[in-house]
């Protein structure tokens, strides 16, 4: 099994000649997943992203694991991961504007269908460093899906992420709340 996530965001606010910039983030997240026993699976994954509003202009990470399926019913499934990745993020100020780090990372999933056109998805990611586990980042991931047709949806999605020990002058926290559509090939 294999999937492959893209993900890119821009907003801006135009005032005739002049253009601000509020909103630049994307992300490319592949994933092959592959069962060796009756519910647990070894992973394999790779990402690629940046983040203005966190100041992080390219992250790059890969990693390996194992997920166990916990509840596999018709209307709800959800997972527990655990396993490690090494990431290089690469920051937008000048002190620190590298970092190379080995972390442990364990997710938590729930998709529940509410019914056949609603569904919801929660991941929730615990990632500390393997040399400080006070370095740690938790992230959460929550999404609506209101499904027009067979290729057509609308998306609701809040995400939190909490780094107890950002790079440069990052926020600790932040809080993101987007609306969307979502077209499936």
């Known amino acids: 099994h294999a999937f492959l996530v893209l993900n890119y965001q821009n907003g801006f606010i135009s005032d005739n000649a002049k253009k601000e910039v509020f909103l630049n983030r994307g992300f490319a997240h592949l994933r092959f997943t592959k069962t060796i026993y009756s519910k647990l699976e070894i992973e394999l994954?790779?990402?690629?992203?940046?983040?203005?509003?966190?100041?992080i202009k390219d992250r790059r990470l890969f990693g390996s694991g194992i997920r166990k399926s916990i509840i596999k019913k018709e209307n709800l499934k959800s997972y527990i991961g655990l396993?490690?990745?090494?990431?290089?993020?690469?920051?937008?100020?000048?002190?620190?504007?590298?970092?190379?780090?080995?972390?442990?990372?364990?997710?938590?999933?729930?998709?529940?269908?509410?019914?056949?056109?609603?569904?919801?998805?929660?991941i929730l990611y615990f990632q500390p460093s393997v040399n400080d586990v006070f370095d740690f980042r938790l992230l959460s991931e929550n999404e609506m899906h209101f499904k027009i047709n067979d290729k057509f949806s609308i998306t609701m999605s809040i995400?939190?992420?909490?780094?107890?020990?950002?790079?440069?002058?990052?926020?600790k926290s932040y809080l993101q709340i987007n609306n969307g559509f979502e077209f499936d090939l």
């Open 45 to 55: 994954f790779f990402q690629v992203g940046f983040n203005d509003f966190i100041l």
């Open 83 to 122: 396993g490690m990745m090494r990431e290089l993020e690469k920051y937008d100020f000048i002190e620190n504007s590298s970092e190379l780090l080995t972390r442990q990372t364990s997710y938590s999933t729930i998709t529940y269908l509410v019914n056949n056109n609603i569904s919801f998805n929660s």
């Open 159 to 171: 995400d939190y992420r909490y780094d107890n020990e950002p790079h440069g002058n990052s926020k």
